[in-house]
Nanobody, 125 residues
């Protein structure tokens, strides 16, 4: 599946952004989807994941209470709403997909087969 991430930008601390991931090419509803981020000089890390139906969601500890992941299979879309953004949230954010019958989206980046190009989020203090 081909993925396109968008929605990044420059925001002040405490602000919000809605990141979007749009898919094309295959039956999107058979894919688990995750959002990851990578800050300069750091490893790529898991942010949030969502199951094929959208019924199971999981979050990294640092985003719990501030982020909401959702999906609309009719639109081949997965969004990540990020609130109360902090300067340490500054990173390139990627969406990734894995065709799998598993219940929950995995946290390991190596387990995903398809990646979008990334969208830059910059949070100023």
């Amino acid at each position: 599946v081909q993925l396109q991430a968008s929605g990044g930008g420059l925001v002040h601390a405490g602000g919000s952004l809605r990141l979007s991931c749009r898919a094309s090419g295959r039956t999107f509803s058979s894919y688990l989807v995750g959002w990851f981020r990578q800050a300069p000089g750091k490893e790529r890390e898991f942010v949030a994941g969502i199951s094929r139906s959208g019924g199971v969601k999981n979050y990294a500890d640092f985003v719990k209470g501030r982020g909401i992941i959702s999906r609309d299979n009719a639109k081949n879309a997965v969004d990540l709403q990020m609130n109360d953004l902090k300067p340490e949230d500054t990173a390139v954010y990627y969406c990734a997909a894995r065709e799998s019958p598993a219940v929950a989206a995995p946290r390991g980046a190596v387990l995903y087969t398809d990646w979008g190009q990334g969208t830059l989020v910059t949070v100023s203090s």
